[in-house]
T-cell receptor
Framework: KQEVTQIPAALSVPEGENLVLNCSFT??????LQWFRQDPGKGLTSLLL?????REQTSGRLNASLDKSSGRSTLYIAASQPGDSATYLC???????????FGGGTRLMVKP | GAVVSQHPSWVICKSGTSVKIECRSL??????MFWYRQFPKQSLMLMAT?????????EQGVEKDKFLINHASLTLSTLTVTSAHPEDSSFYIC???????????FGDGTRLSIL
């Protein structure tokens, strides 16, 4: 059974810092991996999707990497802003079907 | 882009009431819809997967008689929480995927509060 772990569970940084969120998964047989953002009381916004054959994806100040063999992904946020404050969820899509397994999330607070 | 609408966004009701939540794919046909549950400060847990025209597949530990799922068309799935009790209070989120192993698109969630 796939297990997804995110570290740290919570993070508070001053504005402008570059930061890294970590995600690890136990079963490397994955179809793809996604990073989502969730604001309090809201649904999920997809940030980046990395296919199993890819190593990284970039969108603006966000960069996500994938090391499938070691079961790790990182989300890099450059020049963090208060508007980046949210919970970031990593989800792994298993090889056998389109089922997402979510990590516990990292709650990010960027202080002005 | 693909849009999933979930309704209602927030419902408060008395214990014993049955509550229906709708999930619609607005601009694409969703062959599969997923229902998740999220407790405060916790991650999403998959409750069930539903395919249009067939019975939903429930995850272990989810009572199918408690959480009734209907996926009658390619654009609509409903989750009915029957005889809801305070322990059913949670945030319920649906997602939908199109044909061909497309990424899931998520609704905005429904906050259910049972008094």
């Amino acid at each position: 059974k796939q297990e997804v772990t995110q570290i740290p569970a919570a993070l508070s940084v001053p504005e402008g810092e570059n930061l890294v969120l970590n995600c690890s998964f136990t079963d490397s047989a994955i179809y793809n991996l996604q990073w989502f953002r969730q604001d309090p009381g809201k649904g999920l916004t997809s940030l980046l999707l990395i296919q199993s054959s890819q190593r990284e994806q970039t969108s603006g100040r966000l960069n996500a990497s994938l090391d499938k063999s070691s079961g790790r992904s990182t989300l890099y946020i450059a020049a963090s802003q208060p508007g980046d404050s949210a919970t970031y969820l990593c989800a792994v899509n298993g090889d056998a079907g389109n089922m997402l397994t979510f990590g516990g999330g990292t709650r990010l607070m960027v202080k002005p | 882009g693909a849009v999933v609408s979930q309704h209602p966004s927030w419902v408060i009701c008395k214990s014993g009431t049955s509550v229906k939540i709708e999930c619609r794919s607005l601009d694409f046909q969703a062959t599969t819809m997923f229902w998740y549950r999220q407790f405060p400060k916790q991650s999403l847990m998959l409750m069930a997967t539903s395919n249009e025209g067939s019975k939903a597949t429930y995850e272990q530990g989810v009572e199918k008689d408690k959480f009734l799922i209907n996926h009658a068309s390619l654009t609509l799935s409903t989750l009915t929480v029957t005889s809801a009790h305070p322990e059913d209070s949670s945030f319920y989120i649906c997602s939908a995927e199109g044909q061909g192993h497309q990424p899931q698109h998520f609704g905005d969630g429904t906050r259910l509060s049972i008094l």
